[in-house]
């Protein structure tokens, strides 16, 4: 994964919200409850009815939305990203690689590329400090390290550092299922790739200074999409009280 994959989204809805200048567009907060929020919704969630949709519009709004400054447009983009970004790459990247250890018939491993390249693969707007969607690409492929500037711009010595540890451990993978052994990459991440189990949830996250590792990759959103909004859709349609049928509050609020 890398931590701003929901950038791909971007242009896909760019017409939709009458983006010009994608570096400078000013995404106000009706934009974002009114289109990013239900695009959202109706692509990820697909609610069964419109009671269940306005539930998810309130909780996504609440959970999504910087509420110290709720009207911010660089917030607002930061907010967008995020429920883009654990909708359409985060959750299911993290539900494959729970339902792999489950199986307890291989090893598993989860990794987050957070490093800011040079250049992106993607076009990418230029507040965005970080990977982008397919921007690990470039140095699992070892890019940094061809000869002479390539059609992605020139490489620091940082970012050859990066590809280096990064094809170590994913040649290392593909000869013993381990992406510690048979070479060891450490004197380019500067850490060890823990196996992802059940119980440690563990990761590792690859930046411009070496490799990090790290346990519950965003916890609060993957459980968000993995446990409340799954129950919440499957819930009878919510009625007034005394109907006999599971009444549920038009907002949610929770920590």
Known sequence: ???????LN???LSSTLNVTDINTFNLTRAQFTGIIIPHTISDAIKPKNDNIAAIMRNLLDFEYTDWQHPNDSATLWSSTINIWSD????FPAVSTVKGHAALRKGKTYLYELS???????????NWIQGSTHADDIQFVFCYPLFAGPQRTGNYTEQERRLARGMVTMWTNFAKSGDPNKPSDARRF????????????QSFLQFTNHGALPGSRFQ???MQLWSDLIPTITLMETPQP??????HVPEIIIGK
Do not use: C, K, Q
């Open 189 to 200: 991440t500067n850490a060890p790739w823990a196996e992802y189990d059940l119980h440690s």
């Open 115 to 125: 490093a800011v390249p040079t250049t992106h693969i993607l076009p990418t707007p």
């Open 219 to 221: 916890a609060r959103r």
């Open 10 to 12: 971007l242009f896909a």
């Open 241 to 246: 009280h005394g109907t006999g049928t599971v």
């Open 87 to 90: 909708s359409v790459f985060f």
């Open 1 to 7: 994964m890398n931590n701003f994959d929901g950038v």
